[in-house]
């Protein structure tokens, strides 16, 4: 009975099937489940082994073609030479009297007091400006209304009145004084005809004018910054003063700076206004000179290439001065005029030429 068991056991191992490799076992159930996806990988294996490898050392590199870029140089070289030709061989240009009178004693002093007028009507133009920009965003109704009156007034009437008005202010005021209003105190008191002198006159009406449009510049400059970052500063417990020059002074100097210095430049060649006080600066010099010896145009000349001088002058401080304030806004600061010479000089064929060239 034990015997004939043994020997059913045994046929019955022998008959059972090998069990499977899981390896077998897994590839399978793939085939099974993406028949697709399982040829799509033996035909991208078979494109892999088949395709040679690309090779772009037979290729010619062809340079982009500007034609019109071509044309519209030539036009302005041909432009620009035939200004420079006709600049150089019109004798009534009087290039010798220009030289003759550019460097002169009397247009000298003359710039001396233009430059004077800039630093001092600039200066406390902006200074002003800036009070009255700080007013205009002031709750109070009456300090914003006396900032908008100010800029209103300043800004709706000609230079050239202000002038005039500043200079015969003596008419309608005959003394200055300064004491307790609405009483008979005074601790000063001079005539309005000694204190308001033509320099006087000049640099008053020059700093109002200045100021009105600063306001209008700094304010704009001021609501430029996001209003969330000074709740974002008051909320880490930043204390206001240290919000305002750190926070909002830096980001809207970036905004305030390109027009304040069109307005100073402006005020450079705004100067010239004061000829009418009979003010010896470098456009009333001028007028002086060219009176006398009847050479108009080369002293206008003379005035037009210092005016050129000095705004090219406060054109590179405007470039370095935005270029500082640039740092939190660009991540790579616009390289000097140093820098991009360099740059060319690096990498220009020719360049490069000439020196492998002298190399040899």
Do not use: C
Request: glycine content about 6%; proline content about 5%.
């Amino acid at each position: 009975m034990s015997s004939a068991a043994t020997t059913v056991a045994q046929s019955a191992q022998q008959s059972a099937p090998e069990p499977a490799p899981a390896s077998a076992f897994l590839e399978h159930s793939a085939v099974e489940e993406s028949p697709t996806a399982a040829a799509a990988q033996g035909a991208a294996a078979q494109g892999a082994v088949a395709r040679p490898a690309a090779g772009y050392s037979g290729y010619k590199l062809v340079p982009a073609r500007h034609p019109w870029r071509w044309v519209g140089t030539a036009v302005v070289a041909l432009g620009v030479v035939a200004v420079a030709w006709s600049l150089a061989t019109n004798p009534r240009w009087e290039w010798g009297v220009v030289a003759q009178w550019f460097t002169a004693q009397s247009v000298v002093n003359g710039l001396v007091e233009t430059l004077k007028l800039t630093a001092i009507s600039g200066a406390l133009g902006f200074v002003l400006g800036f009070i009255l920009a700080l007013m205009r965003l002031s709750a109070s109704p009456l300090l914003l209304s006396v900032s908008w009156t100010f800029s209103w007034i300043f800004r709706s009437t000609p230079l050239l009145v202000q002038m005039l008005l500043w200079y015969n202010l003596g008419y309608l005021y005959e003394k200055i004084s300064l004491g307790i209003p609405f009483t008979d105190i005074r601790f000063f008191e001079v005539q309005t005809t000694t204190l308001i002198s033509q320099f006087a006159a000049a640099v008053l009406g020059l700093t109002l004018n200045q100021a009105a449009y600063s306001a209008e510049i700094i304010r704009g400059g001021i609501l430029s910054v996001d209003p969330g970052q000074l709740e974002a500063a008051a909320a880490l417990g930043i204390p206001a003063w240290r919000r305002s020059t750190r926070i909002v002074l830096p980001q809207a100097m970036r905004a305030i700076l390109p027009t304040a210095f069109n307005e100073i430049i402006g005020l450079v060649k705004g100067t010239s206004i004061v000829y009418v006080l009979a003010y010896s600066e470098l456009f009333y010099t001028v007028q002086v000179i060219y009176n006398r010896t009847q050479q108009v145009l080369p002293l206008l000349l003379v005035a037009t290439l210092w005016y050129v001088a000095i705004t090219s002058v406060l054109s590179i401080f405007q470039y370095y001065i935005e270029r500082h304030y640039s740092k939190g806004a660009v991540r790579n600061l616009p390289l000097t005029p140093l820098q991009k010479a360099r740059k060319f000089f690096s990498t220009h064929p020719a360049v490069n030429f000439d020196r492998a060239k002298d190399a040899r």
